[in-house]
């Protein structure tokens, strides 16, 4: 309590004026002569209630709630420190909202520098006035200038403290930052002790702005989930919470596992992960004399897609700007996949940029420093210099440890980023290359037979192998709701080819511009022709690697087809067993048999018919059995959510550029193949 600012000293009396000066004439024009008269000196909060914006950014509900933060901010304090383990945070109608610690106490004994006041009457009535300028009494913290709780006290039409310190409690009350009551004992307790503060904004400040139950409850699971040593207690009056609103009236918030448990939270189940959460806390490297520099906390999910975000914190103080911290965490996660793309001869690694890194991140970062520097009183952004080094290099040794422990999971991650290098390269070379927009082509994308009805939702696309099976297709195809594209064959392996190679595909630009979405970081699912996206090959093995081919483009290029149940598989039959007039059809070798026996009761011939491809098979057989959607079956291709990163390995596997993996994957199987060989 002994860093602090003391109070303006009282204004001196002036001097007799000369007598020059009273002559004087103010210029034409001025109602008021400038002198001495005219300069205010504005004490103690008065230039708090006078320009709030200074201090909380305005006096919008943005401003208000940046009370309750500051509150909050310095019960957190206690916690970090060490000193409390429960805050208690209560909305009450009225607007009225109370914060109450489990810490050591605002001291209550006279100011060294003030005698005929309390240190507690200091804090709250003084700018620049707090226990957090030395570092004696706090090793790191979020309340650092010393107006945090005066100017909540500004701008309260009521602010009501007690303190349980010393076995003791005293209160105090205050009305717009003037105390109204003196600092008295009220009571004995012998276990009790912390701070509680209860205001009620001004609405001479804020008008007719009132807390949002959910904005608060927000603001105390962060916090939670910042420090997972606390326990917030929440609580609201019921009459307070909107219908419509599911914010609980009660809830105690305690996370044990921090960040990890916050960002799991955010990204629920369904998030399309490429790699299990990489989340720690580390100290950061200790100052040249051995001085303890704080700690950081971080979580990160890399994303196959979705929206990126880094929400960063200093001290549980948000800081939605960023700063030198989060600089501190872009190097250490850039330097770390170039130095692990160098390890595994990737010359690619050296393109990656922070862009291409944190374009497919969601992650959480939480530093604990001494002394930090904010860009202005709301702290949005961290500023201290030597916050970048320190995050960097505790994170970055952690890093390169995380990517080593599981080579094949660095190894996806690796290629995915590079793959982001590669399209925005690729980006930025289109916007430099004048080109001719889809619009003013004179032919439809490849030998692409559309269909007539506009509504996307009410139509589909079905992709065929070669121009015999086109015909076929067209012939038997609804030309209202069925448009369709052959391919020639067998198409490129995305998932082993290069990019540029993939760019320079003539079939897969045609069957892109055919869909209308894009695809990349340019898919836009709103802009998709069609409703189905049908894959239809032979019923041979031939035909299954086409269909391998063409989800694994769906999967690397297009995976929002299959996540909202866009992409199909057709089931044409390989067979037509007829007996008469009667005709049914078998998928394969197994259901032919089975259909043979079942479904022919009399002992007449029957002719088996194997169809050699979709281009052998007459229209009307293809529109009965596949095409016909009150007749065909259709198998929709899933991507589980819960199995997000096994069917990434097992597509990198399978189909990627690694040809070991596949052996490896024979060998591994190889049994069951026999097994079926054996049916």
Not at 149 to 158: F, G, Q
Not at 353 to 368: H, N, P, Q, R, W
Not at 499 to 524: H, M, P, V, W, Y
Request: net charge neutral; with cysteine.
């Amino acid at each position: 309590m002994s860093d602090l600012f003391s109070e303006p000293p009282p204004p001196r009396k002036p001097a007799a004026k000369p007598a020059a000066a009273s002559a004087t004439k103010p210029e034409a024009g001025n109602t008021q002569a400038y002198d001495a008269s005219a300069i205010e000196v504005l004490e103690g909060l008065e230039p708090v209630r006078r320009r709030p914006g200074m201090y909380i950014g305005g006096t919008d509900e943005t401003a208000l709630h940046h009370l309750a933060a500051e509150v909050l901010d310095n019960a957190m304090d206690e916690a970090v420190a060490g000193h409390a383990s429960t805050i208690d945070v209560a909305l009450e109608p009225g607007n009225k909202l109370t914060i109450r610690d489990n810490g050591r106490g605002i001291p209550v004994d006279p100011h060294p520098r003030f005698p005929d006041r309390s240190a507690l009457e200091v804090i709250l009535t003084t700018l620049h006035a707090g226990g957090k300028f030395s570092g004696k009494a706090y090793a790191t913290s979020g309340g650092l200038h010393g107006v945090g709780s005066s100017v909540v006290n500004a701008l309260s039409s009521r602010m009501d403290v007690e303190i349980a310190r010393d076995r003791a409690i005293w209160q105090q009350a205050y009305e717009r930052g003037i105390p109204v009551t003196p600092l008295e004992k009220t009571g004995a307790t012998q276990n009790r002790r912390g701070t509680q503060i209860s205001f009620i904004p001004d609405t001479q400040i804020f008008g007719t702005h009132a807390f949002v139950p959910a904005r608060l409850y927000k603001l105390c699971r962060s916090k939670a989930f910042l420090f997972r040593g606390v326990t917030i207690r929440w609580s609201c009056d019921p009459s307070l919470i909107k219908a419509g609103d599911d914010t609980p009236t009660e809830a105690v918030l305690h996370f044990p596992g921090g960040l990890a448990d916050s960002l799991t939270d955010e990204l629920g189940p369904k998030a399309p992960l490429l790699t299990p959460l990489w989340a720690g806390d580390a100290a950061l490297p200790p100052a040249a004399d051995g001085t303890d520099n704080g700690r950081v906390e971080w979580a990160v999910a890399f994303l196959e897609s979705g929206t990126a975000a880094l929400a960063s914190y200093c001290n549980t103080i948000p800081t939605p700007q960023g700063g030198t911290h989060e600089t501190g965490f872009r190097n250490a996660l850039v330097k770390g996949l170039r130095a692990w793309g160098d390890q595994r001869s990737a010359k690619k690694a050296s393109s990656i940029t922070a862009e291409d890194v944190l374009g497919s991140i969601a992650a959480k970062l939480s530093v604990f420093i001494r002394d930090p520097q904010f860009q202005g009183q709301t702290k949005e952004k961290l500023t201290s210099n030597e916050a970048s080094k320190l995050v960097e290099t505790a994170l970055r040794d952690r890093f390169d440890h995380w990517l080593a422990q599981n080579p094949p999971q660095a190894d996806s991650l690796l290629a995915f980023v590079i793959e982001r290098a590669e399209e925005r390269i690729r980006r930025r070379e289109q916007k430099d290359t004048p080109r001719k927009s889809a619009t003013r082509r004179l032919r439809l994308p490849g030998k692409l037979t559309d269909c007539t009805r506009e509504r996307a939702e009410e139509t589909e696309i079905f992709l065929v192998e070669g121009d015999s099976a086109g015909g076929s297709a067209k012939q038997a195809r609804n030309r209202e709701t069925q448009a369709v594209l052959p391919l020639r064959g067998k198409i490129l392996n995305v998932a082993s080819a290069t990019t540029e190679k993939l760019r320079a595909n003539q079939e897969l630009k045609d069957l892109i511009e055919a869909l209308g979405c894009g695809s990349g970081d340019r898919f836009d699912l709103s802009k998709l022709r069609y409703g189905r996206v049908i894959i239809m090959t032979d019923a041979d093995v031939d035909g299954a690697h086409i269909a391998s081919l063409l989800m694994t483009f769906f999967y690397r290029e297009l995976p929002e087809l299959i996540r909202n149940g866009h992409l199909y598989l057709a089931q044409p039959p390989l067979y037509r067993l007829t007996q008469g007039a009667r005709s049914v059809y078998a998928m394969d070798d197994a259901d032919r048999e089975r259909k043979l026996k079942t479904e022919f009761k009399s002992k007449g011939k029957i002719d088996v018919s194997r169809f050699k491809g979709l281009g052998e098979m007459p229209p009307a057989d293809l529109k009965e059995t596949t095409m016909d959607p009150n007749r065909r079956t259709l198998l929709r291709v899933v991507a589980p959510p819960e199995d997000r990163l096994a069917t990434r390995e097992r597509v990198e596997s399978l189909m990627g550029r690694k040809p070991e993996l596949r052996f490896a994957f024979i060998q591994e199987h190889a049994q069951s193949v026999g097994e079926l060989l054996d049916v």
